[in-house]
């Protein structure tokens, strides 16, 4: 029987070839690392970001070539050395986990979905016991592996043994301005973090650095994304999303509309300042507008409920991975995927729809309870060539 175009092409996605340069691609723009302006990949990837219908083309090509999750979150505990006020673990009973077979039975699921990036988080996943090993089935499999850490514990002799996996491991830092780092996490320990982060830089270990925008840190966003690109990352911004279980922190710590769209105008102005505007561009095309949830990715909580997005309603649920398996959640999630990129019709005729496609889903859905509305962040005048 003769293979129809459509086999032909998912084919081509699952080739060698074609997960190599998609590999390439999200190795150099996933996790912050900057390009040198002078290189011929630079001026590629800069044009690439400005061509009408890339973003929309990106998406589709992804759909097509590549219908797999592209990373998976996995939760691998829940101690913690901090107590950041706007982490959504603390709900979790202490010590509560998915167990170490189980684990290395998703990380082996992954595998076979040709899944690219697995990101480690908890809690804090450094405290892990078995840390190292993980990361180690995750590279042995061909996969990237990701630490995402507060960086309290990733000392010189952990980021040397993580150095040792080269380019398949980056490590991702909650990153923060020292005026407000101590009412975040409840720790004064902003000093050891910077540390950490110098000395991985110092090593050669890939890493990025990702803000947390709220009331308390909109003051210093513009130094810390200056001190960023001085490292030599473009650093990922998120606001916080008010949890609904926690209302009381949204007056205290949630950001309005026009506070984001500063903040992202000013994000732009000192990207275009260090001459990094265009690859930020660029990373907002390839990885679906800068956040791959609801797009490519599965968020495994430490229950072992599976999210679209780690910071939604548990409403959302696809499944439980004790139930189902990660091909079968995969299937669940294509089954939503419509119901997750409905476009809002206020944004319509919006001239960012293609970089943005109505927003934040998960803002949305916690504001409104479904996903046909505009951001509720969104200003209905945006302009901001880039969203995160």
């Known amino acids: 029987m003769k293979p129809s175009p459509h086999s032909r092409l998912h084919a081509l996605g699952r080739s060698a070839a074609w997960k190599?340069?998609?590999?390439?691609?999200?190795?150099?723009?996933?996790?912050?690392?900057?390009?040198?302006?002078?290189?011929?990949?630079?001026?590629?990837?800069?044009?690439?970001?400005?061509v009408p219908g890339m973003p929309a083309l990106e998406r589709a090509l992804y759909r097509l070539l590549l219908d797999y999750p592209k990373k998976i979150d996995?939760?691998?505990?829940?101690?913690?050395?901090?107590?950041c006020r706007y982490c959504f673990v603390e709900r979790h009973p202490a010590g509560k986990r998915l167990d170490e077979p189980m684990l290395h039975d998703l990380i082996e699921q992954a595998a076979r979905l040709q899944v690219h990036v697995v990101q480690l988080l908890g809690g804090e996943p450094t405290l892990h016991p078995r840390l190292l090993d993980f990361v180690e089935a995750i590279v042995r499999r061909g996969m990237i592996a990701v630490v995402f850490s507060n960086g309290v514990a990733l000392d010189e002799n952990l980021l040397k043994r993580l150095s040792g996996f080269g380019?398949?491991?980056?490590?991702?830092?909650?990153?923060?301005?020292?005026?407000?780092?101590?009412?975040?996490?409840?720790?004064?320990?902003?000093?050891?973090?910077?540390?950490?982060?110098?000395?991985?830089?110092?090593?050669?270990?890939?890493?990025?650095?990702?803000?947390?925008?709220?009331?308390?840190?909109?003051?210093?966003?513009?130094?810390?994304?200056?001190?960023?690109?001085?490292?030599?990352?473009?650093?990922?911004?998120?606001?916080?999303?008010?949890?609904?279980?926690?209302?009381?922190l949204a007056a205290e710590l949630a950001i309005d509309a026009p506070t984001w769209?500063?903040?992202?105008?000013?994000?732009?102005?000192?990207c275009a300042k260090h001459h990094?505007?265009?690859?930020?561009?660029?990373?907002?095309?390839?990885?679906?507008?800068?956040?791959?949830?609801?797009?490519?990715?599965?968020?495994?909580?430490?229950?072992?409920?599976?999210?679209?997005?780690p910071f939604t309603s548990r409403s959302e649920s696809l499944a439980s991975i004790f139930e189902h398996s990660l091909?079968?959640?995969?299937?669940?999630?294509?089954?939503r995927r419509?119901?997750?990129?409905?476009?809002?019709?206020?944004?319509?005729?919006?001239?960012?729809?293609?970089?943005?496609?109505?927003?934040?889903?998960t803002a949305t859905f916690l504001t409104y309870g479904r996903y046909d509305r505009r951001d509720p962040l969104c200003t209905g005048e945006e302009d901001i060539p880039f969203k995160w």
């Not at 190795?27 to 590629?44: E, W």
């Not at 265009?278 to 495994?300: E, R």
């Not at 119901?339 to 889903?361: D, F, N």
């Open 338 to 361: 419509a119901t997750y990129h409905a476009i809002p019709a206020e944004c319509s005729a919006c001239t960012s729809l293609e970089r943005c496609g109505g927003g934040c889903k």
């Open 20 to 50: 190599w340069l998609h590999r390439s691609i999200k190795q150099s723009l996933r996790y912050g690392k900057t390009i040198p302006t002078d290189t011929l990949a630079y001026r590629v990837l800069a044009g690439v970001g400005e």
């Open 261 to 270: 769209k500063e903040a992202r105008a000013l994000m732009a102005k000192v």
């Open 327 to 335: 091909a079968e959640v995969w299937d669940l999630f294509r089954a």
């Open 74 to 83: 996995l939760f691998i505990n829940t101690e913690c050395q901090l107590r």
């Open 167 to 248: 380019e398949d491991v980056a490590v991702f830092y909650n990153y923060d301005h020292p005026a407000v780092f101590k009412a975040i996490t409840g720790a004064d320990c902003h000093a050891k973090v910077m540390q950490s982060i110098h000395t991985a830089k110092a090593l050669g270990v890939h890493f990025g650095l990702f803000i947390t925008l709220t009331k308390l840190n909109t003051p210093y966003l513009e130094a810390l994304v200056e001190q960023a690109l001085t490292l030599g990352v473009i650093p990922t911004m998120e606001r916080y999303l008010p949890q609904l279980e926690h209302p009381d």
């Open 276 to 309: 990094r505007l265009p690859a930020a561009k660029a990373a907002a095309t390839f990885t679906g507008s800068g956040c791959p949830d609801y797009h490519d990715n599965l968020s495994i909580l430490h229950s072992g409920e599976v999210l679209p997005c």
